[in-house]
């Protein structure tokens, strides 16, 4: 069965404190794994795809990474708008085609 | 380019009130989704479209229909609402169905009384 564990559940960091996020995921066959941001009380914001091992995609201060079991958002230097829920999402090669989510990290930025 | 929108934005309902939740977007998918996020667990999908007059179940779609009359509207129904059914539903749209991202709309919070 399809399975995505994000950790930690929440993180707290200083502003410009660089930290990571962790998708660890188990599917039968990765067809792709996504990044969103959700800030509160809206939808999820796509924010990278990515398709095989050793693949990484970088958008200002975040930089995603992706191995055979797992993926990592880094966050450099990170500001107060960063703050938000990152959620993971698998999509398999097989079965229903359907994304599968992660129940995300929610990040706070302290000034 | 407005994207995705959903409406309404809020709702209350008495337990077995009936409700359609709107979805609509203009950027020409083929795809699109619904989805209902609960605390503490990840999105999950309830149906989905794969054109205009075709619809499908997904991982929850007991309690709910659907339908997509037109290619740029997918609309939520409740038929008899239970308390279970309190959530936020996102609506989603893509341009294929694999491999590619999804854009989600604003979101309806809805509670069931």
């Known amino acids: 069965e399809d399975q995505v564990t994000q950790s930690p559940e929440a993180l707290r960091l200083q502003e410009g404190e660089s930290s990571s996020l962790n998708c660890s995921y188990t599917v039968s066959g990765l067809r792709g794994l996504f990044w969103y941001r959700q800030d509160p009380g809206k939808g999820p914001e796509f924010l990278f795809t990515l398709y095989s091992a050793g693949e990484e995609k970088e958008k200002e201060r975040l930089k995603a990474t992706l191995t055979k079991k797992e993926s990592f958002l880094h966050i450099t230097a990170p500001k107060p708008e960063d703050s938000a829920t990152y959620l993971c999402?698998?999509?398999?090669?097989?079965?229903?085609?359907?994304?599968?989510f992660g129940t995300g990290t929610r990040l706070t930025v302290i000034p | 380019n407005a994207g995705v929108t959903q409406t309404p934005k809020f709702r209350v309902l008495k337990t077995g009130q009936s409700m359609t939740l709107l979805c609509a977007q203009d950027m020409n998918h083929e795809y699109m989704y619904w989805y209902r996020q609960d605390p503490g667990m990840g999105l999950r999908l309830i149906h989905y479209s794969v054109g205009e007059g075709t619809t499908a179940k997904g991982e929850v779609p007991d309690g709910y229909n659907v339908s997509r009359l037109k290619k740029q509207n997918f609309l939520l129904g409740l038929e008899s609402a239970a308390p279970s059914q309190t959530s936020v539903y996102f609506c989603?749209?893509?341009?294929?169905?694999?491999?590619?991202?999804?854009?989600f709309g604003p979101g309806t919070r809805l509670t069931v009384t």
């Open positions: 989603a749209s893509s341009y294929r169905r694999l491999a590619v991202e999804q854009y």
């Open positions: 999402a698998v999509q398999a090669k097989t079965g229903a085609n359907n994304l599968f």
